[in-house]
């Protein structure tokens, strides 16, 4: 019988933890979160901020099972060591009804971090708790009070984030400035030496540093005229060193997973997180790395021990790193506490991972190893090698690295690319086999991968990285982002709920004033501010912007590119109606639904209408218009089977697919259904016309 329960948020980490402890603990999971603020009502005090807390609906067995199994016996709480396992720990205390001091943290799930913390309980942290409610009563005001006035204002509008409206202008304001951009041609210039398998790239030209997209086509074409061959002039020499990456942290991880692996940052962190509360294999349960959300890249001396005996038993003593270079905090409050991420156990390397990790479980875990090995080692030595080039007012340079010592880079692989070193002689003439001379133009700033805004958002001090995931996906799950191929691309509904927000609620999707409360949050968590005080402040300035926002009507009646259909005089202006963003003609009157979905990009008053990044085959989005309002219908699947529904109005019309001809008795839409038997046949949508058919309509 169990004399102990600890309590912790996943049954997978349940399960680990209960391995390693044995019989005299009873490890139990409340399955995340088991009380929040309500979900229909405000439940904010905004007199004394206040919070209101319930229990998630659908959780009360999960409290109930809880208070049973820990009768009579001593309980730990073994949340997570972040700001929400802290407030988990919190609420399940407060909720059972213990004395708080029963709260323990690790880093890693082995054996003896287990123990240890087991021996070693704590008091309940309550300035991360609080850190913790102030950031989400944030939320809640800004959610609450934002969103009905998007609600009645733009369809298809689902919420306003406080986050995530930052993240959307960071979005927003990256597609305006590739709109706005002007490219340049320019050309690329280097010359090949006859009977050398080296060319040099052009360096300067009359003494001054010529950077590429400043080579005109008349340098170009000189060079090319004039340029028969070059004087070597110099060889220089150095030895350059390249220093082992710091391990990984969560933004960190979340980037490299998504640029080496092309995972999304959400499946990133379930990966992760996974990996850290133990994974069944064929050789038992396991947990293979360490606490997956952190900013620290802090290295425990147990592990650093761990990691030079295993880097000398298997490539050499040479290869042990010394002190490795701390990284610079996002946040000057980030805790200590925490590690890095890495493996619990080195020994465990990818070859051995291989036979008891499967697919991206072991690509992730591989990734984590290498990074957090290399970080352990010396770092690479090259010698570098640059030839120097003349030939009247032009110089042409080229470097080749020859590697001395791989260091690092004997697990990560080299990073230069070595080249075949040549005999040259200073002040001697070579013949040139040709000039080589390249137009391009200049790119325009790329959009936004998952990869690029998280390192933008952590740049910024725009939210953390444990939060990152949750903002992409939102932003997804709102239709305001799209994602093609990898690329985050703002939507027609994207900009305009941006539009509203900046010209509304301007500090919401500033990004200092974002960071600026992040940083107010970890004052908060290292007891440099009260909670309160963070929230008062925040709430004084903002109700200022709702009262105006709800006193002043928000609408728009901008141009766009798009010229109108029907007159063929003037372009459609967008404007803002009872069911959404629709096209206007004020030549003609003509209106027109639009796809929300769209991709365009508002500057000042003006739309310029893209492409439609929602491809979808034809019998999920039909090509035809709403028979009542002219808007797209869009294919769902309901309790009685497949329908289209109009995305601007109310009408539905049960089928699986439209055909690609109009009724042939009175031109309206025809759709496919399924008889009594289950075989495909045409009908007509109007109800006052009789047509079936066993065959589609075709288009005449």
Known sequence: MAKKVIIVESPAKAKTIEKILGKDYKVISSKGHIRDLPQKKFGV???NFEPEFEIIPGKEKVVEAIKKEIKNKEVLLASDMDREGEAIAWHLSEILGLDGNNRIVFTEITPNTIKKAVENPRKIDKKKVNAQLARRILDRIVGYKISPLLWKIIKGAMSAGRVQSAALKIICDRERERFLFVPKEFYKVSVKLKDYDLKANLFSV????????NVTKEIADDIKKNVKKVILEDIKEKETRKSPPLPYITSSLQQDAANKLGFTVSKTMKIAQSLYEGIDTPEGHFAFITYMRTDSTRVSDE???MTQKFIENVFGKEYIGGKIKRRKKT??????AHECIRPVNVEITPEKAKNILSGDYFKLYKLIWERFVASQMKESKYLEKTFI?????YEFRTTISKLIFDGFEKVLGNSKKEGEDVDLKVSKEYLLEKVLSEKDTTKPPARFTEATLVKTLEAEGIGRPSTYATIITTLQQRKYVVKKRRELVPTLLGFVVEDFLTKKFPEIVDKKFTALMEEELDKVEVGEKDWKEVLNEFYSDFSKYLDEAKSKFYSINYETDLLCENCKKVN???KIGRYGLYLNCENCSTNKSIDSTINAVQIENKVYIQKVLKEHEKHSKAEDSCPKCGGHLTRKKGKYGYYFKCDSCDFT??????AEGKCPKCGALVVMKKSKKGKNYWACI???CDYMSWSEPKEK
């Not at 009359?206 to 997209?213: D, P, T």
């Not at 080039?389 to 007012?393: L, N, P, T, V």
């Open 572 to 574: 459609y202006r967008l």
């Open 653 to 658: 019309v049960s089928g699986y697919k439209i």
């Open 331 to 336: 946040s000057s409050k980030v805790q200590d």
């Open 389 to 393: 080039f003349k030939e009247g007012k």
């Open 206 to 213: 009359s003494g001054k540093r010529i950077k590429q997209e």
């Open 303 to 305: 592990a650093k021990e």
């Open 686 to 688: 109007n109800p006052e």
């Open 45 to 47: 005090d905004l007199k």
